[in-house]
C-alpha cells in the first residue's frame, strides 16, 4: 500500500489539487479502531482515500481541514474529518458525506477528483499553529532557566482550547512577561521557513531533544523530518500547517497559566 503524499506538507499555499482516489469505504465497514477516529461519523457515511492530499488531517494539536472532492461530471463529496489511518497509518482517510446516492457509483478508484480545502478555517487553523509555537518559543526563552525541571511537552492549537503545557511550575507573575515577549515576537514579523532534518541535522543545531521517534513515525531510515523554524525564535518538528511569517498570526493573547501534577498549562487566543 503507497502512503498517501501529503502535498500540504511540500506547498502550505495549495487549497487545490488534483489527484486520484485509491479507495472508497463506508464508515459501516471501517476496523473499530478507524471508526472510532471520528466518533461523530454513521454508519451510511464514507472514506475516501486519494493518492496525495491537500488537507491537513488532525493531529499534532491541529484540528484537521474540511471542504469538498469534486469529480469532473460534477459529483461530490463532502469532507468534514481528515485523519490518519490506524489501521493503515500510510493512508489518509478523508470522512465525510456524498452530496448524492447516485455520487458514490462514480467515486471508484481510478477516479480522478479535485480536492478543494476551506480556506477560511486552514487559515485560522494556520494561525493559531504558529502562534502557538511563537507562545512556546517566548515561555522557554524567558523561564527556562528560572523553573526546575522546564521542558515544553504538548500543545493544542484548536481555536476553543488554545494552549501549551510545559514541565515545571511557571507562577502567574510570569503572565505579563510572556504576553510581552509575545507580542515583541509578532511585531517583529520574524519569517515562518519550512525545512526537512535528518537526526544530524538537530544534533548540529543542539537540539538533539528534539529528535522524533522515527519508528514510532512509521518512516524509513533515508526520510528526513518536517521542521518549523521561526527564524530567530525557535525550531519545532512539525508536520502542521503555518502562516508565513508571525506578525501573519496577528494579535495574541495570554489567557491564563494554569498549573496541577507539575504541569503548567499557558492559554491563549486569537481575538
Not at 511540500?10 to 471520528?38: C, I, K, M, P, W
Not at 523553573?147 to 482550547?161: M, N, R
Not at 544530524?200 to 537540539?207: A, H, I, T
Amino acid at each position: 500500500m503507497l502512503r498517501t503524499f501529503l502535498a500540504f506538507h511540500h506547498n502550505g499555499a495549495l487549497s487545490t489539487l488534483q489527484a486520484t482516489v485509491t479507495a472508497v469505504r463506508s464508515v459501516a465497514s471501517l476496523d473499530e479502531a478507524d471508526r472510532l477516529l471520528y466518533k461523530q461519523a454513521k454508519d451510511d457515511d464514507h472514506v475516501v482515500i486519494t493518492d496525495s492530499t491537500v488537507f491537513h488531517p488532525q493531529g499534532g494539536g491541529q484540528p484537521s481541514d474540511e471542504g469538498v472532492m469534486e469529480a469532473e461530471s460534477g459529483e461530490t463529496f463532502h469532507v468534514h474529518m481528515v485523519r490518519t489511518g490506524t489501521t493503515r497509518q500510510e493512508e489518509v482517510l478523508h470522512f465525510g458525506r456524498f452530496a448524492d446516492a447516485s455520487a458514490l457509483s462514480v467515486f471508484q478508484p481510478g477516479l480522478k477528483i479535485t480536492q478543494k480545502i476551506d480556506q477560511e478555517k486552514r487559515l485560522l487553523y494556520s494561525r493559531y499553529h504558529t502562534a502557538g509555537h511563537v507562545l512556546g518559543a517566548a515561555v522557554r526563552h524567558l523561564v527556562e532557566k528560572e523553573v526546575d525541571g522546564f521542558d515544553e511537552t504538548k500543545a493544542s492549537h484548536f481555536p476553543d482550547s488554545a494552549a501549551c503545557e510545559f514541565t515545571g511550575l511557571i507562577e502567574g507573575k510570569w503572565k505579563s512577561a510572556i504576553q510581552e515577549k509575545l507580542d515583541a515576537y509578532i511585531d517583529k514579523d520574524m519569517p515562518v521557513e519550512i525545512d526537512w532534518w535528518d537526526e544530524e541535522d538537530f544534533k548540529s543545531n543542539g537540539l538533539e531533544r528534539l529528535i522524533p521517534d522515527r519508528k514510532a513515525m512509521g518512516m524509513a531510515d533515508d526520510e528526513k523530518f518536517r521542521v518549523v523554524k521561526i527564524v530567530g525564535a525557535e525550531t519545532y518538528p512539525c508536520g502542521g500547517t503555518h502562516v508565513d511569517s508571525t506578525k501573519l498570526c496577528g494579535k495574541t493573547v495570554v489567557k491564563k497559566i494554569a498549573r496541577s501534577k507539575g504541569i503548567s498549562r499557558v492559554s491563549y487566543n486569537l481575538p
